[in-house]
């Protein structure tokens, strides 16, 4: 579970955007079984959801109450998702990855927009990097995240947690 309340500058006075996310993954592998996230701002309400079966997904996109669904193909391998403010999911990514030993590995991501896009994305490990996390140095595992559009650093801790992540280029 994860909660996101943000104030927005609108122009005019701040908004709050608030937006909350459950989801639930299989014990033993973490493939995601469903995901729910509700987002609220300027008096709408938006819902997002996927629903893994054996050999496909249905994703649904839910405004103000009026909705629609599409059954897709499930893509080979574990899926991960990218829903806007949401950071606790390349948590979820890096705490999958955690025991894996790659130098580039390629990944399904769905990432849940105006309009949805399953993507190929890889995941490059580049080593260790000690950073400061709180007041002392930690070592930690450097992951770039993305495709050849957007790329994510991430740093991850020795229990496979996201310490730290960035979209290079807008620090």
């Not at 893994?52 to 996109?61: D, I, K, L, N």
């Not at 979820?92 to 105006?114: A, E, N, Q, W």
Request: aromatic letters at 8%.
């Amino acid at each position: 579970r994860s909660k996101v309340d943000q104030q927005v500058p609108t122009g005019d006075n701040e908004t709050t955007l608030e937006k909350e996310m459950t989801l639930v993954a299989s014990r033993f592998e973490f493939a995601i079984k469903t995901y729910n996230s509700t987002q609220k701002f300027r008096g709408r309400s938006l819902g997002r959801g996927v629903s893994v079966a054996e050999t496909t997904m249905t994703v649904y996109r839910e405004v103000d109450g009026r909705g629609e669904g599409t059954v897709l193909a499930l893509p080979p391998g574990r899926l991960f998702l990218i829903d806007p403010m949401l950071f606790s999911l390349f948590e979820y990514m890096c705490l999958s990855l955690k025991d894996h030993t790659f130098d580039t590995r390629p990944i399904s991501v769905l990432v849940l927009g105006p309009t949805d896009s399953l993507l190929e994305a890889r995941v490059t490990d580049l080593g260790k990097e000690s950073i400061r996390w709180g007041q002392k140095p930690v070592q930690t595992r450097k992951l770039k995240i993305g495709d050849d559009r957007t790329t994510f650093e991430a740093w991850v801790g020795p229990t496979g947690g996201l310490l730290r992540l960035a979209l290079p280029g807008q620090e």
